[in-house]
């Protein structure tokens, strides 16, 4: 798994409010987490609350050090 990939997972998991169902229906819909981060907010959407794609959109505050000490554990 590359770099960009586990963080787009991670994001995926700690985006505020969007649980397991919601996540899956995105998933769906737009294939792996990277495409999910470039969809516009009309398109997140379509998939899922207001709310849940404002949340998408910003990077979560606990991403970079989770990122980093995750990427770290793997290698």
């Known amino acids: 798994m590359e770099r960009d990939e586990l963080a787009a997972w991670l994001r995926l998991t700690l985006s505020s409010g969007v649980g397991n169902e ?42 970079a050090p989770l990122l980093e000490r995750t990427w770290a554990w793997l290698q």
């Open 22 to 63: 919601a996540a899956r229906q995105l998933l769906v819909a737009f294939g792996l987490p990277a495409k999910v981060f470039e969809q516009s907010s009309s398109t997140l959407q379509q998939v899922v609350s207001a709310r849940q794609a404002t949340a998408l959109r910003a990077e979560p505050p606990e991403l």
